[in-house]
């Protein structure tokens, strides 16, 4: 199979020159998201598992106001301590699940089998880590 059939690739018209991206950001997190939900699929997660991972991604870009390829390890830090000192903070266990997705994502998106570190680089002249 080649890389660009694996499940969580970039998406071809992504990888088209000739395509100018209207809202780049928001357009590519969509599609590195769909990508991981398409990995985990394919890996045999149960679709339950799989929403409440991307929910956490999506929390988390919320309150970073940054994309993957703009996060930094003290994000994390930061965006879990946050819950945790909320007036009802998160059990420990939330903490875990939440950084572990956090972790599993940025690990999918900075694996180069799946195509996003070479185009985050070309087109955001950063890249996921």
Partial sequence: MAAEELPGFVPRILRADDVSLLRADETVFDAMLDGWRAQMLARG????????????????????????????????DQFLAELRSQATP????????????????????SDS?????????????????
């Fill in 45 to 76: 997660l149960e679709i339950d598992t799989i929403k409440a991972r991307c929910r956490v991604i999506a929390r988390f870009v919320e309150f970073t106001n940054e994309y993957p390829w703009r996060w930094r390890a003290n994000d994390v």
């Fill in 90 to 109: 998160i059990a420990l266990s939330t903490v875990r699940s939440y950084s572990n997705a956090i972790s599993m994502f940025c690990s999918y998106v």
């Fill in 113 to 129: 089998r799946y195509g996003w570190v070479d185009f985050c680089e070309k087109q955001f002249r950063d890249v996921p880590s």
